[in-house]
């Protein structure tokens, strides 16, 4: 008899539904098969079963401006329990003066309240001697992902081409991911600095001075970087058409290049940006045309695109009090509760076949950053399990989530689809609308070099 079983669920697979029970036993998935018998046992009879969610880019406790994101890893990682979502990869918080070790024992202190399971991207601020050694060190820590910046240049976070240039080298050397924020600073600057009084008064105008012509450019630039010394490159929040075509050109040409988009690039339109509210939406990259957000959806169903994540960095609306221009904002959305049933709709409405659910959603990201154990249903691997009702419908309120916000960007969205359970590790951690475990539960994940690229489901 195992620990519990999920008995006769539909399980969504990558390659479709399968109907069958499934065993978990120590933390593990153990079997999957007809009439399992456990110990506590779960009916999922007429609902969906999917791997844990996997969201790879998250901001949780995140400095900004003399400010936090308001939700920290106690209450972020609750939130997303409650979405399905037990595993999140965060950031260190990077400096010219900190060495990449101290920043990751920086955030490992700050996580320790966590209740879902993590990693982190280390972040690459600036460029002195020995900063080969500390990107070795910290993969021999079990980081194998390093974030860069091509924009904010004026707080000194952006990395010029000679040390996207050397860090990409050692990355390739010891087979880890140069992970990129792609849009191009001196375009931005340029554009910032024609804008007149009155337009610098406009939400408009953060869409206006970040192009989509800007994030194509910035990832060219990487790409090729990538393509010249053989490291893998993977592009976060991608937001336009064009930013993937870039994508899929240098792939074609055999760069090992991936891309994520978020469901606000999937949902949302630079539309908003008119409304008494627009400032609530501040993003970098800025929110774009709906001829964009039709292409995304085309481009995550080919394959160009290999996963959604959030960017999860939400404010309350105190804290992106209108003062007067757009740059005066911190840019950030919540979003890591609504991850899966908003990536659902787009199942319902015909834009992704189901069996890319489990693939975009955990599958693909698992697999990039090599987090071991995460993102499949299979034996062997960590019993983390959605249970998810495609047919419930609800409406979006900020009020019901479980972020620490005020504000969603999704108020007032009528969703069908609900996750019902959520397990972790073998353990029920949501279930009945509430979080049923202890503060501190969730672990740390240590990654091995040179994970695989996420299954191709396009050319």
């Known amino acids: 008899m195992y620990d519990l079983v999920v008995k006769d669920g539909m399980i969504i697979t990558a390659s479709g539904p399968l109907f069958a029970d499934i065993a978990l036993e120590n933390g593990k998935i153990a079997a999957l098969g007809k009439k399992l018998k456990g110990r506590q046992e779960l009916n999922a009879q007429g609902l969906m079963v999917l791997p844990g969610v996997v969201d790879a880019h998250v901001h949780l406790d995140l400095p900004v401006r003399g400010d936090r994101s308001s939700d920290d890893f106690l209450s972020g990682t609750g939130a997303a329990l409650a979405g399905g979502v037990t595993t999140v990869v965060d950031f ?27 990693s982190f991207h280390c972040e690459v ?23 860069f910046f091509t924009a904010y240049g004026d707080s000194g976070r952006r990395s010029d081409g000679g040390t996207l240039f050397r860090c990409f080298s050692k990355i390739a050397e010891l087979g880890a991911v140069a992970v ?5 600073d001196e375009l931005i600057r340029v554009l910032t600095s024609e804008l007149s009084e009155e337009q610098k008064g406009s939400m408009r105008a953060l869409a206006r001075t970040r192009p989509d012509t800007c994030e194509g450019a910035a990832i060219d630039q990487v790409a090729f970087y990538g393509e010249a010394t053989g490291a893998s490159v993977h592009v976060v929040h991608v937001s336009s058409g064009l930013g993937a075509s870039r994508i899929d050109l240098a792939r074609r040409r055999g760069v090992d290049i991936t891309g994520e988009t978020c469901p606000q690039y999937l949902f949302l339109t630079d539309e908003v940006y008119d409304r008494p509210d627009g400032h609530l939406y501040s993003a970098s990259p800025a929110l774009r045309s709906n001829r964009d957000r039709q292409a995304l959806w085309s481009l995550l169903s080919s394959g160009v695109l290999d996963f959604v994540a959030t960017d999860h960095c939400p404010f309350t609306r105190a804290q992106k009090t209108w003062k007067g221009s757009f740059s005066d904002l911190p840019y950030g959305l919540p979003g890591v ?30 697999d990039r950053y090599g987090l071991t154990g995460k993102g499949r249903i299979v034996p062997g691997y960590d019993g983390d399990l959605v249970i998810f009702d495609p047919s419930a419908k609800w409406t979006v309120r900020a009020e019901d989530l479980h972020m620490n916000v005020d504000f969603s960007p999704y108020e007032g969205m009528e969703i069908q689809g609900k996750v019902l359970t959520t397990i972790s590790r073998g353990e029920v951690v949501f279930g009945n609308g509430a979080l049923c475990c202890d503060p501190g539960r969730g672990r740390f994940i240590p990654r091995k070099p040179r994970p695989t690229a996420p299954q191709s489901r396009g050319t």
């Open 337 to 366: 509760e609504l991850l899966l049933p908003l990536v659902y709709q787009g199942v319902l409405k015909g834009l992704i076949p189901v069996e890319h659910l489990p693939l975009i959603t955990s599958q693909a990201p698992a």
């Open 180 to 184: 990129v924020h792609a849009e191009d």
């Open 92 to 118: 260190t918080v990077g400096s010219h003066e900190t060495a990449l070790v101290e920043d990751l024992e920086s955030r490992l202190e700050t996580a320790r309240p966590a209740v879902a399971d993590y």
């Open 125 to 147: 601020i600036g460029w002195r001697p020995g900063k080969e050694e500390q990107i070795a060190q910290a993969v021999e820590r079990g980081i194998t992902s390093f974030k």
